[in-house]
């Protein structure tokens, strides 16, 4: 997969799925690179082909609605959309 690293203080594993023109998910990763996390991301928009419908396939595990953004913390906790609050909750411990 096709993910880009930022780093930070390590708060478990952080992806990001993310469209390369969607305004929602620039804001997701601008306020994740603010509070300091290491993240991965990945603009599912800019992959092809079986690449692309293999990270879809992942991503609708943690958000069947498929809707972007798609934040996964350590496999378990998925924050769909732009959930300012809930991200700072999760990650301004």
């Known amino acids: 997969m096709s993910q880009v690293h930022v780093e930070g203080k390590n708060k478990g594993k952080v992806i990001l799925y993310a469209l390369s023109t969607c305004v929602w998910c620039k804001k997701t990763k601008k306020l994740l690179s603010e509070l300091g996390v290491d993240f991965h ?12 419908a293999s990270v879809l396939a992942e991503m609708v595990h943690y958000n069947p609605q498929r809707s972007f953004p798609t934040l996964v913390i350590d496999d378990k906790t998925s924050i769909a959309g732009y959930q300012e609050r809930k991200i700072r909750e999760v990650f301004e411990e």
Do not use: K
């Not at 991301?41 to 692309?52: A, F, R, S, W």
């Open 41 to 52: 991301y990945v603009y599912v928009d800019l992959l092809e082909g079986e690449e692309q």
